[in-house]
């Protein structure tokens, strides 16, 4: 039987899971910034931010596209929208590889998972600006009830990364 979740439950949801979701892939760019002269150091920093990328893309993933109704626990982008499925975009070729290697590749520990970051074929930056453009559709689309001053603050932060890169890529 299906769980009904009340109202503040939903809204917490998003507010505080949603929104920690959302602020690891928007916060990623910190690993960027350190000290990567000690190989070691190097190796340790990009390990995070392959892991954190793809870890919080598998979440928002199974969010917006996975609406398992068996999985009465979990939370879907359609409880929060009712049309979602028929007006969330479709996956991207980055969010599909996505979804066909993440168990395998990182998730899991499997024998299919490949070696070193130099051969994984993962264009993280691409994945994380396609999961930026459907968060803008979802929270665009959210009634403004579940939205927090944290929340709108997030809205507003991946809509700049998302005007920033369109500028970029049309110059």
Known sequence: MKQ?????????????????????????????KVNWS???????SINIFVDNILLH?????????????????FA??????PNWKEIRPIKTEQIKQMEKRINNECTHLTYKRLVGIEHNGWILNDL???????????LDNLSQGYFNENLKILHKQVNQILLKNETTNTD
Request: net charge positive; proline share 0%; charged share 25%.
């Open 128 to 138: 994380r600006l396609d999961f930026f453009n459907v968060v803008k559709i979802f």
């Open 57 to 73: 893309s598998r979440n928002l993933f199974e969010f917006f596209y996975d609406n398992n109704a068996k999985k009465t626990n």
């Open 4 to 32: 009904q979740s009340t109202e503040k439950q939903k809204r917490e949801m998003i507010q505080e899971h949603f929104a920690y979701e959302l602020v690891n892939l928007l916060n990623i760019e910190i690993l960027r």
């Open 38 to 44: 000690n190989e070691n150091s190097r190796q340790i």
């Open 76 to 81: 879907y982008a359609n409880h929060f929208i």
